[in-house]
């Protein structure tokens, strides 16, 4: 199993919890928390974190594929720190939108599946394995996942008026160090750290993404 493989099935777990909640599915044809998304648009990007992971490893590992650490994947994102309206933003709602219109059944039962696929598949799954859709190597990809399922859980909870669902330290913990690095390489050292531990000091954000 790979080091993060029991932290992200239950990232994916918390996940699912939050998209069958009755106040996400009441919502979801209404305006959420992010600029021009709907709660459904929303939930169903939450969603395609586990429900697009089985098809993504079900690709042929290639072995030529050149790997990148999560630093650089972020750094080469180009919906990193880009507009609500810049056209990367405009398809990443798109295709939201269109998973979304299958409704809060359909979304929720493709994550339910794909968790069942997952639970099976990762334990026999080396960390080193790449992801060449993403340049990756699988442990780093999962890390990946559970970001996206942090921040979009806290965005999707708060959309529905519900608090944002409790994650583990075995979750947490990779994805606050992700976040932390992330920030560091934007805002520098003694910003985050003084954010941390000294607000009379600290700039105005230190936002990662």
């Known amino acids: 199993m790979t080091r993060h493989s029991a932290a992200y099935l239950t990232a994916a777990s918390s996940a699912l919890s939050l998209l069958t909640e009755p106040a996400v599915t009441a919502t979801w044809s209404l305006p959420s928390a992010l600029p021009e ?5 929303l939930a169903a990007h939450l969603a395609y974190q586990v429900s697009s992971v089985p098809t993504i490893l079900a690709a042929p590992p290639a072995t030529d594929t050149p790997l990148v650490s999560l630093r650089e994947y972020y750094e080469r994102a180009a919906w990193r720190g880009a507009a609500p309206d810049t056209e990367i933003n405009r398809g ?15 979304v929720a039962a493709a994550v339910a599946a794909a968790i069942e696929q997952l639970s099976d598949a990762l334990p026999g799954a080396p960390d080193d394995r790449p992801v060449p859709s993403r340049a990756l190597r699988l442990d780093d990809f999962l890390v990946t996942r559970m970001m996206e399922i942090a ?3 806290d965005d999707l909870a708060v959309s529905a008026d519900l608090p944002t669902p409790e994650l583990p330290f075995d979750v947490l913990e990779p994805v606050l160090s992700l976040l932390i690095g992330l920030s560091v390489g934007r805002h520098g050292q ?11 000091r600290a700039p105005a954000t230190i936002n990662a993404l």
């Open 92 to 106: 990443i709602r798109a295709s939201a939108d269109e998973l979304a219109s299958q409704g809060p059944e359909a």
């Open 190 to 200: 003694a910003a985050v750290i003084r954010a941390l531990a000294r607000v009379e």
């Open 151 to 153: 921040v979009h859980s």
């Open 37 to 41: 998304l709907t709660v459904g648009g």
